[in-house]
Structures are given as structure tokens and as C-alpha cells.
């Protein structure tokens, strides 16, 4: 064999070796996205699954927390009649920590819009980093406000604010689905820390 035979041999191996290695990688990444996605499903199934409010709040906890990433959270509830902004549940922080009422969640609500704000992992957090409103047929019924991401996020993936948008559209249906109105009364209650606290809107 010459040199130049043995290069070009060399060559061609390290390109598949190349190409092998990411083939390597896009399997994982597609076995990780399946895993997900069948958390996802599972998370959405646990949603709906009861017409308790408190079961319903501590399955969205557990979504946050395992396929968000997000360890502090509160869940706000738009009422039509009074017209009150409760909060619904609150997870990882005290309700005295999320009341009064930010002005972002309630601008959130009121327009209906997606609120983004600057991630502090060490600062103590006054208002939400994220607002996500909760629709049910184009009715913006509350928002999800998450309020610090966990030690090990530096900030939200494209996958995450997909699965925000999912996990506010289901949260939403699963408000209605657990009123007491509907339920027959307060089974589950609120997962909030403290007593039922409102504000005007």
C-alpha cells in the first residue's frame, strides 16, 4: 500500500467514524424527545384524570418541576363572578410571597399575553420570570406564573416554552373541569400555602 493509498484510507475512516458519532447523537436525542413526549402524554392524562382541584394543582407541580425545570410556581384563576383574580395554587413558594397581585400577571390576564421577564437564579423572586395566560375557547380563564427555574436551568429551551403552551392550554380545561361550581363543592381545595386570598380586577 503507499502513502498516498493509506491516507486516503485513513481518510475515509475517520469520516465514518465521524458519521457514526452522529448518528449516535440524533438516536439519543430522538429516544430523549420519545421519553418526553410520553411524559408529556402521561402528565396530560394525570390532568384530567380527576375533578379535584387539589390532585389537579399537585399534578401541574410535578409537571414544572420534572419536565420544565421550574421549582417555584402559582397558578391564578380569573372568577367572572365577583371579578376576582384568586390564587388558585402555589407551589415552592408562600402565598404571601405572590400576593399583592404583580401587575404582570394581572396585565398577563386582562390582555392575555405572554409575559417574559429576566432569569435571576440567586435573587429572590418578587415576580414572575415567565406568565403564561390560560386559555379555553379564545377566554383567557387565568395565567401560570413560574417564578424561579431550578439551580440546574440557565433558562427555557424552545421544547420548554412548546410544552408551556400545551401545559396552559390543559391547565386551563382542568380549571373549569374542578370548579366547585361544578364539582359539587370544594374537594381538593387549593394547594396554596395559607388562607384563599383575591384581587379585583
Known amino acids: 500500500m503507499t502513502w498516498e493509498e493509506r491516507a486516503r484510507l485513513e481518510s475515509r475512516i475517520a469520516a465514518l467514524e ?13 429516544a430523549l424527545q420519545h421519553g418526553r413526549v410520553a411524559s408529556v402524554l402521561a402528565a396530560c392524562h394525570r390532568l384530567h384524570a380527576t375533578l379535584e382541584r387539589g390532585p389537579m394543582l399537585i399534578a401541574v407541580h410535578e409537571v414544572l418541576v420534572s419536565l420544565v ?4 410556581a402559582a397558578v391564578f384563576e380569573r372568577c367572572p363572578e365577583p371579578a376576582l383574580i384568586t390564587v388558585a395554587g402555589c407551589f415552592g413558594v408562600a402565598e404571601t410571597a405572590v400576593l399583592p397581585l404583580p401587575g404582570t400577571v394581572r396585565e398577563s390576564i386582562l390582555a392575555g399575553r405572554l409575559f417574559v421577564g429576566v432569569h435571576d437564579p440567586g435573587a429572590i423572586p418578587r415576580r ?6 390560560l386559555r379555553v375557547d379564545g377566554r383567557v380563564l387565568g395565567a401560570l406564573a413560574l417564578y424561579r427555574l431550578a439551580h440546574h436551568k440557565s433558562g427555557l429551551s424552545d421544547g420548554d416554552w412548546d410544552l408551556l403552551e400545551l401545559l396552559g392550554a390543559h391547565v386551563a380545561t382542568a380549571l373549569v373541569a374542578t370548579r366547585p361550581c361544578l364539582t359539587g363543592g370544594g374537594a381538593g381545595g387549593s394547594a396554596c400555602t395559607g388562607p384563599a386570598s383575591a384581587a379585583r380586577t
Open 128 to 133: 414572575p420570570t415567565v406568565c403564561v395566560p
Open 18 to 30: 465521524e458519521s457514526n458519532h452522529r448518528l449516535r447523537q440524533e438516536v439519543a436525542r430522538a
Open 69 to 72: 425545570g421550574c421549582d417555584q
